[in-house]
C-alpha cells in the first residue's frame, strides 16, 4: 500500500518561501510520476510540478515556472516543493500524488496515490 505524507505548510507573507516534502512509503517507485497539485477553496484540483522518478525531469505550471522547484530524493524516498516569491494566489492546499506511469501528465485522474493535503497561506 503506497502512503504519501505531506508536511512544511504555513502561513508566509507575499514574496516569501516555503519547502513543502513529501514522504513517500510502500514501494518502490522507479517507473513513477509524482506530482503536486493545489486546490483553493471554490476552485478544482490543479497541477502545480511533476517530476520522473527514474531520470528526474520535470515540468510545472506556468504559473509557477520560475518560482517554485520540484526535485527528489531517491535515497530518502522524498519529493519536495521549494516555493519562493510566494504570492496570495498561491494559496492552497498543497496535495503530493504518485502515478504508476512515466507520462500522467497534468490530469489529477491518471495519478492513483494522493496524500492528505498540507495548507499554505500567503498573506499581502
Known amino acids: 500500500q503506497v502512503h504519501l505524507v505531506e508536511s512544511g505548510g504555513g502561513l508566509v507573507q507575499a514574496g516569501g518561501s516555503l519547502r513543502l516534502s513529501c514522504v513517500a512509503s510502500?514501494?518502490?517507485?522507479?517507473?513513477?510520476?509524482m506530482a503536486w497539485f493545489r486546490q483553493a477553496p471554490g476552485k478544482e484540483r490543479e497541477f502545480v510540478a511533476a517530476i520522473r522518478w527514474s531520470g528526474g525531469s520535470t515540468g510545472y505550471a506556468g504559473s509557477v515556472k520560475g518560482r517554485f522547484t520540484i526535485s527528489r530524493d531517491v535515497a530518502k524516498n522524498t519529493v519536495a516543493l521549494q516555493m519562493n516569491s510566494l504570492k496570495p494566489e498561491d494559496t492552497a492546499v498543497y496535495f503530493c500524488a504518485a502515478a504508476a506511469t512515466i507520462l500522467a501528465g497534468t490530469t489529477p485522474g491518471r495519478y492513483d496515490y494522493w496524500g492528505q493535503g498540507t495548507q499554505v497561506t500567503v498573506s499581502s
Open positions: 510502500g514501494r518502490t517507485f522507479s517507473g513513477y510520476s
